[in-house]
């Protein structure tokens, strides 16, 4: 499965910017997909987690300001940043939990990370 991300950049603080991130390869089924994201010098973080029953797990600190969504048939999450803050900048990681085919494991999948820089 690759994982191509996109839509990471620089904002100032108070702005917007929308992640995608579009999965492709062979996938059977997908279980969940999420964003992490890791700021230097600290360690990779859940930002938002969406399963395919449409549950979400939204990191606190993101909560109210940031929303995450899926389209299935285009087997792509969304994560729709608003109201940004400095602190929110770091690298924004993509990930896809899938089955190649209907009798394989649950596999983890990464993107490359897309850089999102919020200046005060």
């Known amino acids: 499965v690759q994982l191509q991300a996109s839509g990471g950049g620089l904002v100032q603080a108070g702005g917007s910017l929308r992640l995608s991130c579009a999965a492709s390869?062979?996938?059977?089924?997908?279980?969940?997909m999420g964003w992490y994201r890791q700021a230097p010098g600290k360690q990779r973080e859940l930002v938002a987690r969406?399963?395919?029953?449409?549950?979400?797990n939204i990191a606190n600190s993101v909560k109210g300001r940031f929303t995450i969504s899926r389209d299935n048939a285009k087997n792509t999450v969304y994560l729709q940043m608003n109201t940004l803050k400095p602190e929110d900048t770091a690298v924004y990681y993509c990930?896809?939990?899938?089955?190649?085919?209907?009798?394989?494991?649950?596999?983890?999948?990464w993107g490359q990370g897309t850089q999102v820089t919020v200046s005060s």
């Open positions: 390869g062979i996938i059977f089924s997908i279980n969940a």
């Open positions: 990930n896809v939990q899938s089955r190649a085919h209907w009798y394989s494991p649950v596999s983890d999948y």
């Open positions: 969406i399963t395919s029953g449409d549950s979400t």
